[in-house]
């Protein structure tokens, strides 16, 4: 009896979120939406939230959200405006289907929306002075039942100077306690995730400058509140030159962020006082903004979601890219690679109950399919399905380290391959993806010797090809 009660529940949980996965398009051009957010819901479906069309104002921007049922059908549609541009930044949904959303209003005021079952809304509360510009980019349910939503916001309407913005807020949308945390040149929390005794972890990037050589940095950064929102520290990961999005809370304590350093994606696991215990980095061959978008933790595995970006010159593309990282083995899984060349803009992940992983994207390219409109990609555990398996999806190599030194250099830096192998064509990049040095060998040579421009101190990207296969290195040039 209890075997087959078992069987009858791995069967319902599978059932409820599609056996096989399932891609699905919504809207298109010209009042078609952007999604940004995706939430998975009691019975088993999804939300979709975003901006698209005034379906009677198309100039306007108005607030999009979706209800799409397991089988990626749409449901039912609430398109609403307060402003000429609004749009949904995140959401939560409780146990009784209530939602509460994250929005920006007019661009970049920022409110907490609450709507019904139906997606209407119930009330919508303004924080601060309609004059106080800032983005809520995440909002979390916590263990007292309430919300807590971080962010950023400038410190006056004019400046560029952003700080992040943490903040706790009942289900009326009365704001129990804030903090902001400021440094000279402004920073902003793009996640936040709650430990098991209350605390709570926020990450995004803080601004940075190199005065001498006239180079702007964002260097990722964690911070850590008590329950009450004090802020007990804040750590600098120095050497990740780019943009941390998110982070997730592992099963043994410890926390994964993801974002991207220089011109790829970077995943960074550390311990609950901050302190770097892994990092990995993927697809560094690739030019300009290739990055983590999500992450999401379950047992013992890490699922990342990936803007990945191909090309370099105006014709380049962006696609979704999903990635498993095994904890235990300490490598990935699998890399799949998704919808090459169709302009895919990934935007936010579920991790389901059957094991499956929910994407929804942006379809911007000339497809046949849709053009300018929302999309919902749902695969199994291994990253495919019968049918995108077979069509749609691909293994993604994974670059392998050079052997670099001295690091960091002054002048002089020498190359080679870790595995012995001939390097055939070399070339270094600064911070902007600007050309330091390139050459080509035919046939290929086992070692360089080279001797760097007179560049003011910079981080540099190193990459190579030797025997087939894609190599980089990270360099700090003195």
Known sequence: MRLLLLFSLFFAITNLYGQNGFLRYYDGYPNGGVPYCLEKTPDGGFLIGGNAGDPDTPSIAAMQLMKIDAAGNKIWEVRDHETNFDNIQDMVVYDDSTIFCAVSLNVNHIALVKRNTSGHIIWIKQFFQPDTIGHLLRIIKVQDGNLVIAGDVNRAFDSDSAESLILKADTAGNILWLTRYFSPLGNGAADVIEAPDSSLFFAGRLHSIDTAAHLDYFFWMLGKLDKQGNLQWVKTYDDSNGYCWGLSLLNNGNIALAGSELSHAKMLIVNDTGLVLTTQIVDTALHQETFFWRIKSKDNSIV??????????????????????????????????????NYQNPRDMELLPNGSIAVTFHEFGDSSTCFHCTGLLVVDSTGCNPDLCTTSISEVAKPKLLTVFPNPCSNVLNIRSPEGELLQDVNITDVTGQVIWSKSFTGGVPQLKISLPDIARSFLLVRAKAGGKDYYAKVIKE
């Open 304 to 341: 990342l979601l990936e803007s990945y970006f191909h090309g370099i010159t105006n014709d380049s593309f962006t696609d979704i890219k999903i990635l498993k990282y095994s904890l235990t083995a300490d490598s990935f899984y699998f890399e799949k690679l998704f919808g090459q060349f």
